[in-house]
Every structure is written in C-alpha cells, then in structure tokens.
C-alpha cells in the first residue's frame, strides 16, 4: 500500500530563450499564425465509423495553411549550405542563386505564398527542428525517427503533424459535424510505426479522395526519404498549447524504477506567465493516490516541476490534471507511467513469452526507431522471443546480442504472377530438382536459402503471414511449406520452419495436402476472448482444439501449436471493451494473462503478444500495443511482465477445477511450488463485428472466496504486481478472485478437469487413394476479395467465353514418397445440347515427382450452340496411373462472346 506523506510542488526554473508566436526561431522572418483546436476527445468522422479519423483527444495548435516557398526559403537560407544538403530541389518553385557553400534562396515570381512542395519528408522533420531551435526529430541512417518534444528547451517546439490532427484541423466543424473541403496541395502527415500508411492526403475532388487518391507513395520499398517529393505535396506545421506539460516525464519512456521518491514533470511556456496547477495521481484501478494544486510562475522555455516525496509500489499510474489561469484552461493533461524492476530473469530461448512486433518495418517507412530505443523495454517485460517481419539486422542482430529469440518469415509468394517468374540457372534448377522442388517455386527456393545464408543468427522461420488471405490454393501453400522446410533443413539443419496460421483454411492445408508432415510447428492466431465453449468458434480454446483436432488426425498429435499473434477480441469497433480510451486500456491488462496463460494451457508452446508498440493504420489495428505509439507503456505491459515473471521457470500442471464454470483456474508448477492463476468469467456485451459499437468496460463485482487447501506461507500478486500475504487456517487458504486475474503462490492440493476434451479421433493417413490431389486453378483476375485462399477451397468457378481460346491450368500435388507417372485429360461438361469442346493436347503423360507438382495447361474452345445461352457446368480434370483415377472439378459458366454477334 502506499504510505501517506505531504505532497509539495517544487518550481524548478529553467530558462531558455523566448519568441513570440508569430515569428520564426532564427531570423524572426513574419511567418503565419497558429490556430487553436479544441474540444479534446471529439467524435470521430462517421464516414468512415471504425477508422477513428478526427478524434483528437487533446487541444493543440496548427498552421492556418501549409508552409510557404517565402517561409521555406527562410529555412534554406539559414541552413543550407553545401551543394548535397539535400534540402533543395530544381522541382521547388524557389530560385537558388550563387556558388556551393554560399547559397541564397529565393521564391519565383508570384510564388512566395504559395505552399512550398517536392520537400521530403526528411526536409519536413528539418524544418520543424529548425524552427523549434532543437532536436524533435533526429535523422537516422536518413531516416526520421520518432516526433520527441520533450528534449527540446525552446518555448515553441513545432512537428509535423499526425493523420487525425491533420485530418480534424481540415474537416472538423465541431459539434460532431465534418466537412471535407479539398485543398490546394495534398500534405503529409506524421506516421509513427505506420505499416501501411499514406504519407498526404486532402488534394482530391470527394472525401474518399483522402483514401484512394492521394497515396503518392507509401515508401515501403524504396531506399531513400526523396521518393516522396511531388509537386502536389506540401506539409505544414503544429505545435502544443502556448501552456502545457509535456508528455513525457523522462527519458526512459516514463517507466520509473522502485526506489524514486518524485517524479519530474516539465512544462513548457512561450513567454513569462503565472498559471494555476491542478494534478492528481491515479492507479490502474482508478483509485487517486494523491492530490495537489498550486500557483506556478513560469519563465519562457522548459519548466521543471517535481512532485516530491512519494514512495511507489509497482504498478501503472496516470497524472491528471489542468494548466490555466483565472480566465481558462490551456491544457487537461493525462500523463501515463509506470512503476517497475529490472526484469530478473535473461531471455531464455525455453520461455514460451513473445512479442509481435513490426518495428523492422521502419527499414524504409517514416518513423524509424533504433532498436535501443525499446530493447530495455522488451527485455524488462520477460519477453524472450521477438516476431518481426524481416531479419533485418539492425533490429535481429541487437536483439540476439541481448539473448532474444528471432522469430522471422520466409518470402511471400502470395500470388500466382510470383510463381511465373523466370528461372534461368542450370546449376540451380539442377539442385532444386534434387529435392523435388517443382519449377515454379525455384525462385522461392533460392530466396529462402539466401535468408537462411544470410541470417545465421535466425534459427526460426514462419512460411508466410495469415495465407488464408493469399491469391494462391490451398495446395499450393502447402507446397510452399514443403519447399521452405526442405530448402531450410538442406541449408541449415538447426533451421526450424513453422507453417503459418491458416484460420478456416488449416482442414485443406493439414488434413488435404498435410503441409503438418514438412514443419517443425504450426501457427495459429487466437482474436476472441478466452471462453470454454464450442459454440464460440472465434474463443482462443475452440480454436486451439480445432487446431489440434486436425493435427492429432493426420497423426502428428505432438505437434508443437505456437501462437505467433495473440491478442483482443477480434477486429470490432475497438479491439477491448470500453467507451473510453482508459476503460480499453483497462480491460486490455485483465485480459492479457488469461490468453497468455490459458494458451499455455491448452498446449500452445510459444505465446507472441500482438504488438509491441501501437501502430498508425486506419481501423483499429492501433490499440494492440503493450506500448502506444511513442513507446509509452499502457497497463497491459506492467500485466505482460508480472504474468512472465509469475511463471518463469514453470511448467503447465492444469485446469483447477473449481465446482464453477464462472470461475477458471490454471496451475503451474515449479521447484519452488505451484503458481495458480485465478479469475472469475468478465461478461462483455458482445461486440458487433466490423461496426462501430462503444460498449463500456465489462461490469467488476465484489471479489468472492474460494477456498483451497493450502500449506506453508500463501501470496497473492495482482495483475499490476502488488503483492500480499495470504493467511492458511487449518491447512485451507481463501483467495479472493474476481474478474481481474490473481496470481497465487504456495502448496496447494487441486483437482482438475479436461478442458480440450479431444475425444476420440480418427487418424486421416495418406494412402494409395488419395496420393494424388488434382485441382483445375482459376484465372487470377476471377478471385477476388480478403479470402481469396479460403474460396479457393471451394469448387473453381470460371467465366468461359465461347468461340474464344481458353488456357486451363491443372496442378497435380503428389503427397507420396514416390514419383508417380501416368496420364492427365480433360472430360468436357455432359450436356447433350451443348457438346462439341475442342480441347488441344486431348491429355498429356507426365510424371508427378515425390512430395512435388506437375503443372498441365489445355487450350479449350467451346462453339456457340444454337439455342444455347450462358450456362453452368461441371469441367473435370482426371490424372489416371494404373488402377487409380484421381479427378478435380470446376464449375465453368460459358458466355456468349458479344462481340462476335
């Protein structure tokens, strides 16, 4: 508990130069005036309902318009000095005059309020450092890392700002009303960890314009910040208000060490100014720790205020409160951070504990993080294991060196025009043949031997992220694995290859072409809410028995199950439950442990939270961090840590049972004793799926006693890390639980119960009969949509034109150990009124190799029938090989060719 003690505000003045709002830092050229955007926590833009466009949750200023080629050059002339500064570009509509080294700028004519554009991102981020007289952003490798105002002592720190400041300074009207009004150029935004972001938007002729027509690049594949410059791209610029506290109290991401007595806040003033200050502390729980209020005399620049003689148990807390004076309020400030220890157990590449994340994407995307930014984060955490997209070695490698696990992918070959690529090396068709590779993926072959070469340091491998969402079969997946596994073991032999997750295409992958006989391990990706019950398929354990269901069929009942994205409950209105931001910060700690745990529990080797950091895309792909996105931790890190540490070292014993369904409970075992984890069932109101619903933070009652037999000492530790003794009476201890998780230590005497509940299973071995899997694949440009994988299970169905010649493609998956020869035809649809196909090659002898696929093509042309209009019928494809006939169909509809009419 805390203890209670006299609060002071302590002024600590620091000084800094000041400068009024309406001129520049270095050479006070007039510059335009920023406007105030008020009314924190507005709603957000019902155009686009789960995209959350708009809503701002604090007040800030912006520029009036976008920076002028007149306010640019007044930048230039300050900075630019060399000949490769690359601040300057022939494109700009600015004249530059004189020699290298001595540089003036100047605009055209009838140019100087113009916006100024082709400026980079780079020369964006520049100018906003420039202009804040420091470092807000620093430039790494050429590239722009994240917004840090914090740093900076001036009285003015300007940024570039976010999509939703932007996008609410543009079109909100107030009132919950938006307006879109085009502007004269598209501006770019700031996109900390964005995966898929647009970098300007607002130069359309309609609203949807901010979407589709303005993402001028999304850099994800170039190598430099100058791909963005275009002469219809602009940026301006935002600042805080003239009063406020900055976000962060230090430079640790606001995680403070057991043992600090204060904490440091810094408030930031543009001139000299007497203000009144209201805070308060508040925990995890909502309760407030303590309070305070106080006159402040501000001098122009950075101000230190301490709040002094605290004593602090571990856990998350906010400081909340207003900055004003007599007549207003400049700021309501939310301040989050954390109270922890040094995490005191190295990685250890046996712990089940990981992380998501997509910080290696910021290789080429605005926003780039050095990894020493957050390793002290993901290591303090008990995280072992890190999943990222690409083993780049800025990221794997640092991790490695602080004894992480690198979890990465081989290539995606997510779409037939990849399978098509030429392959021209005899020595290397040569060695892929050998293994039975097939040709199409020979190129995929040698791109995942040159990850495998080039990675040492790599030992793990996921084939592909969710290909349930691909443009490619099933099968062919499938193959993917197999050719991945081979290539993997051939090259390194320690190389352990995963098949990625499949969701509701895992029956076609596994149990059809048992993809599980070529991988070390299989993914899965468990959204919903941990629930025993098979009628909620989308329930981490009625996936989870699914999975391995299907797995225990083809006889690989052992399989390691690793959940490489574990997380909230699906993609809703928002990813927890709760109104307010708080609220889903709240609910996403509770329920943290039950899926790590529970997924432990249901025999899942490796747990990898879904992610690391908030990241930046429309929807509500950016509430899944343990961190926001400017590496704050929420509460859910301070769970993630406690539920690590809590079982370190400890193996899995069962489901207590506990006389309830409303009650759960998971033992673990160590040498010290058990740890259980313990809750009773939180009732969300179910989440309306893809609609914006705010629903409210599911109801916490009065904790009850359950009583189990216990000896020796008892302790109980929250999910934020508090810990407390519990007394044993009579060899009986009682442990409070409610809806928020407790873990407990000590001796304890349990029953259990079989929650997976397999039953019995038939084994769905590969025999004679099904060695062979023939499938007819559709033309690409006929598949369409996020499940394309998934309809591709389902029979294939072509639009056929008549009197025109059409190209089938039939694939031939051999699932045997043995090259298996004979001959592959085609059987036109069985119509009397509509015969007459022509089919060229009327069938074709190959040999389909062990564990590989031969790929047929037959050229069908189908006449126009009198009286005959557009159709459905069955196309069969047959491979026959001595007393077997193996057949795949596909519904084709023939339709008239108008024009020949």
Not at 182 to 189: D, H, I, T
Not at 327 to 336: A, D, L, R, V
Not at 604 to 623: C, I, M, P, W
């Amino acid at each position: 508990m805390l203890r209670r003690c006299t609060y002071i505000l302590l002024g600590l003045i620091v000084s800094c130069s000041a400068y009024s709002e309406d001129t520049t830092i270095a050479d006070k050229t007039p510059t335009q005036k920023l406007r105030t955007i008020a009314e924190a926590g507005n709603p957000a833009d019902k155009a686009y309902p789960r995209s959350g466009w708009g809503s701002v949750d604090y007040i800030y200023r912006i520029a009036k318009q976008p920076v002028t080629n007149r306010e640019y050059c007044a930048f230039l002339n300050a900075v630019e000095r060399e000949a490769d500064a690359g601040r300057y570009c022939a494109d700009m509509q600015i004249q530059r005059t004189g020699e290298p080294g001595s540089y003036k700028y100047a605009p055209l004519p009838d140019a100087a309020e113009r916006p100024v554009t082709s400026v980079s991102y780079m020369n964006a981020a520049e100018y906003c450092n420039w202009k804040s007289g420091g470092q807000v952003y620093r430039i790494v490798d050429e590239q722009v890392t994240r917004r840090r105002i914090s740093g900076v002592e001036s009285g003015e720190v300007f940024f570039i700002p976010t999509f939703n400041e932007l996008y609410k300074a543009k079109y909100y009207l107030g009132g919950g009303k938006y307006e879109y009004i085009p502007s004269q150029v598209a501006e770019m935004v700031e996109t900390r960890f964005r995966a898929w972001h647009r970098i300007a938007f607002g130069h359309g002729k309609k609203p949807d314009d901010v979407l589709y027509c303005n993402n001028f690049t999304s850099n994800s594949v170039g190598k430099s910040e100058d791909n963005i410059r275009n002469p219809q791209v602009g940026f301006r610029i935002a600042s805080m208000p003239p009063i406020h506290l900055n976000p962060e109290i230090n430079d640790q991401h606001n995680v403070l060490r057991i043992g600090t007595r204060d904490v440091a806040v810094s408030i930031r003033s543009t001139k000299i100014a007497r203000a009144e200050f209201t805070c308060r502390m508040i925990d995890y729980w909502g309760k407030t720790v303590w309070q305070s209020a106080g006159s402040l005399n501000l001098q122009a620049g950075l101000n230190s205020l301490q709040l002094a003689d605290h004593e602090f148990t571990p856990g998350y807390y906010r400081l909340v409160g207003t900055i004003g004076d007599d007549k207003q309020i400049f700021q309501s400030f939310s301040i989050p951070f954390t109270v922890t220890t040094k995490n005191p157990y190295p990685p250890q590449e046996s712990s089940p504990f990981g992380v998501s994340m997509h910080m290696d994407r910021m290789l080429n995307l605005w926003g780039r993080v050095s990894s020493d930014e957050y390793e002290d984060l993901v290591l303090d955490a008990g995280i072992s294991w890190v999943r990222t997209d690409l083993p780049f070695e800025y990221v794997t490698g640092a991790f490695c060196k602080k004894g992480l696990s690198i979890l990465s992918f081989f290539p995606y070959f997510n779409n037939y025009s990849k399978f098509d690529s030429p392959f021209e090396s005899a020595e290397r068709q040569s060695k892929w043949s050998s293994l039975n590779i097939p040709p199409e993926l020979y190129g995929y072959a040698d791109e995942c031997e040159t990850l495998v070469k080039e990675n040492p340091h790599v030992k793990h491998w996921e084939v592909g992220n969710e290909p349930h969402g691909w443009r490619i079969s099933p099968g062919d997946y499938a193959q993917l694995v197999k050719t991945a596994y081979k290539v993997a073991k051939a090259t390194d032999p320690d190389s352990f290859v995963i098949v990625g997750d499949m969701e509701h295409i895992h029956k076609s992958v596994l149990s059809v072409y048992h993809a599980d006989n070529y991988a070390d391990a299989v993914a899965i990706h468990t959204y919903g809410f941990l629930k025993d019950k098979e009628d909620y398929y989308e329930g981490v354990v009625s996936r989870d028995r699914e999975l391995r269901r299907c797995l225990t069929e083809n006889g690989n009942a052992e399989m390691p199950v690793w959940a490489t994205e574990l997380s909230g409950c699906g993609y809703w209105n928002h990813i927890f439950p709760g109104e307010t931001k708080e609220e889903r910060y709240r609910y996403q700690a509770l329920d943290l442990p039950k899926k790590l745990a529970g997924s432990i529990g249901l025999g899942v080797s490796k747990t990898f939270y879904y992610e690391l950091a908030d990241t930046q895309v429309s929807g509500t792909e950016g509430e899944f961090g343990l961190l926001t996105d400017n590496l704050i931790p929420k509460p859910a890190y301070v769970s993630y840590k406690v539920t690590a540490e809590q079982l370190h070292g400890k193996t899995f014993s069962g489901w207590i049972d506990l006389g309830t369904d409303q009650l759960t409970g998971l033992a673990f075992k160590g040498e010290s004793g058990n740890c259980c984890l313990l809750w009773r069932e939180d009732k969300p109101l179910t989440l309306e799926r893809r609609k914006r619903v705010d629903v409210p933070m599911v109801e916490i009652s009065a904790p009850e006693f359950v009583s189990v037999k216990a000896s020796g000492p008892v302790n109980l530790t929250s999910i934020m890390g508090e810990t407390q003794s519990l007394e044993v009476v009579d060899g009986v201890v009682k442990i409070p639980v409610s809806e928020y998780p407790v873990f407990v230590n000590g001796i304890f005497e349990l029953t259990y119960k079989d929650v997976l509940n397999l039953g019995k299973i038939k084994e769905n071995k590969i025999t004679e009969k099904n060695h062979i899997v023939v499938q007819i694949l559709p033309p690409v440009e006929q598949v369409k949509g996020y499940n394309d994988l998934h309809n591709m299970q389902l029979q294939t169905r072509m639009n056929l034109i008549r009197q025109q010649d059409e190209t089938f493609t039939i694939r031939l998956f051999n699932l045997s150990g043995n090259d298996i020869a004979g001959r592959v035809y085609l059987i036109p649809p069985q119509s009397n009124s509509d015969l007459g196909w022509i089919i060229k090659n009327t069938y074709d002898e190959v040999t389909v190799k062990a564990e590989s696929t031969k790929t047929v093509s037959f050229t069908v042309n189908i006449p126009r029938r009198p009286y005959i209009g557009e159709s459905e019928y069955v196309l069969k494809a047959v491979f026959e090989s001595g007393e077997y006939e193996y057949t795949g169909d596909a519904l084709v509809k023939q339709m008239i060719n108008r024009q020949s009419e």
